[in-house]
């Protein structure tokens, strides 16, 4: 079974890091996408941006661009998603997600099959 974990979350002040983890087991097919998406209470689930299994091509939403950074490690199938200057309008539940489906790249929780528990980000002083 696919199966992904988030870590690396938890409570940093405005205009602090973070580095999120997620560690991606049981996929069988060559080509797919690890997406990361956030989501606050009473809000649609947002996506950040993704990373490509076959050439490490990243994809991000505009807002993102700059600050957010994903990454991985093929050797551990380990994907990152390096946070800086956070925001606390970055406060949220992260989640990492697998799209297998190929095809266009859409950054929308419809587009992906399986997802982790999330992992909360407060940024707050």
């Known amino acids: 079974q696919v199966q992904l974990v988030e870590s690396g979350g938890g409570l940093v002040q405005p205009g602090g890091s973070l580095n999120l983890s997620c560690a991606v087991s049981?996929?069988?097919?060559?080509?797919?996408?690890i997406g990361w998406f956030r989501q606050t209470p009473g809000e649609r689930r947002e996506g950040v941006g993704c990373?490509?299994?076959?050439?490490?091509?990243?994809y991000y939403r505009d807002s993102f661009k700059g600050r957010f950074t994903i990454s991985r490690d093929s050797a551990t199938n380990m994907v990152y998603l390096q946070m800086n200057d956070l925001k606390p309008d970055d406060t949220a539940v992260y989640y990492c997600?697998?799209?297998?489906?190929?095809?266009?790249?859409?950054?929308?929780?419809?587009?992906?099959?399986?997802w982790g528990q999330g992992i909360q980000v407060t940024v707050s002083s």
């Open positions: 997600a697998t799209d297998l489906s190929g095809g266009p790249i859409w950054l929308i929780p419809e587009r992906y099959q399986h």
């Open positions: 990373i490509l299994s076959t050439d490490g091509d990243t």
């Open positions: 049981g996929v069988t097919e060559d080509f797919y996408r």
